[in-house]
């Protein structure tokens, strides 16, 4: 059995627990939303199919550049770990191979940063700044968020952290998994390019059309698991996770994404309160007036979904992967 990627995912969570993101100049995620702003406009076209190839050249492209890099990154530290190193220099290497692995993976994944956003709006609203709270929800919701009155606001930051599940940490710990981080990287590289440039308005209908659609499918699977273990999470939470169930049974093909309507309605059913997004869906039942203090039982949600989906998933994912010897090529 692998180890090395089982320790590396650990390293990864205690890292993103205990410090959060890096500076964005140390960040590749941000680097690869900096690559992204600086190839739109070359992928810019006055004739929409022109423009709808533009879209998929430049998803392609970043894609292979990064998974590129991260291969020959990975490669190289299997081939150091597999040079003939003995006692106290083997151990060495060995640490050397977790911590760099931990550190990357890391990088794609956004616990303590969702975290830290959502208390910003948090602290805003306990001073009854809601200009201040629209202007920090803006950060983090595509939306606009100008007219959001309090409910609202916070109804918006809930199902942030919802998606944020999924695109911030189940998505890039599946995807790690079974391609290791090749996988976790192309995954995040991807969902930034989703989260950038995935409107359907008039200035990115065709040029994002390829890179949302690749979203939707990579986040298919990981969107109904992140349900599954939420209410799991739920449940250990003493929380009605029967009610969690039911609401992600009714309300998740409410919203326009295939995907996003199944963390949001199970984490609605979990909190037992309503999400709204104005002209757009609701997702649950107003059972008890929505406040702060959801968002905190939220986050709290999101971390103990994260620890069970490790334990139930990535863990014996890898195991069985490494049994089967697909760790030895990923």
């Known amino acids: 059995m692998n180890i090395v990627p089982i320790l590396a995912v650990v390293f990864a969570l205690v890292i993103d627990f205990t410090l ?55 490669f190289g530290l299997k081939q150091l770990e597999s040079l003939t190193f003995v006692g106290l220099s083997k151990i060495l290497v060995t640490i050397f191979v977790i911590l760099s692995v931990g ?74 998994a079974i391609f290791g981080l090749v996988g976790s990287f192309v995954y995040r590289t991807i969902n930034t390019i989703d ?43 003493g929380g009605n996770w029967k009610h969690s169930l039911a609401i992600m049974r009714r309300d998740s093909n409410k919203t326009e994404s295939p995907n996003a309507g199944y963390p949001m309605a199970t984490m609605a059913g979990a909190l037992g309160v309503r999400f709204e997004k104005l002209d757009h869906y609701t997702l649950g039942d107003e059972i008890s007036e929505i406040t702060e203090k959801h968002i905190k039982t939220a986050i709290s949600i999101m971390k103990i979904t994260t620890i069970l989906f490790v334990v139930l998933f990535t863990i014996p994912m890898i195991v069985i992967l490494s049994y089967l010897g697909w760790w030895n090529f990923v």
């Open 20 to 74: 959060g993101e890096p500076r964005n100049k140390y960040h590749p995620t941000v680097w690869a939303g900096t690559i992204v702003g600086k190839l739109v406009p070359l992928a810019r076209s006055t004739n929409p199919k022109l423009e709808k190839m533009g879209g998929f050249i430049l998803v392609i492209s970043i894609a292979a550049l990064i998974s590129t890099l991260v291969f020959v990154f990975d």
């Open 195 to 237: 989260s950038m440039m995935g409107y359907k308005t008039d200035l990115f209908r065709n040029l994002g059309w390829f890179g949302a659609n690749c979203d939707k499918v990579l986040n298919f699977v990981p969107s109904r698991l992140t349900s599954l273990v939420m209410i799991l999470a739920s449940m250990s939470m």
């Open 103 to 176: 550190f990357l993976l890391k990088t794609t994944i956004a616990i303590k940063g969702m975290e830290q956003h959502a208390f910003k709006i948090l602290d805003a609203l306990s001073k009854a700044d809601l200009e201040d709270a629209r202007a920090k929800l803006s950060m983090i919701v595509k939306r606009s968020t100008k007219t959001l009155d309090r409910q609202h606001i916070i109804s918006a930051t809930l199902e942030s952290i919802s998606e944020n599940t999924v695109d911030g940490i189940i998505g890039p710990l599946f995807y790690f």
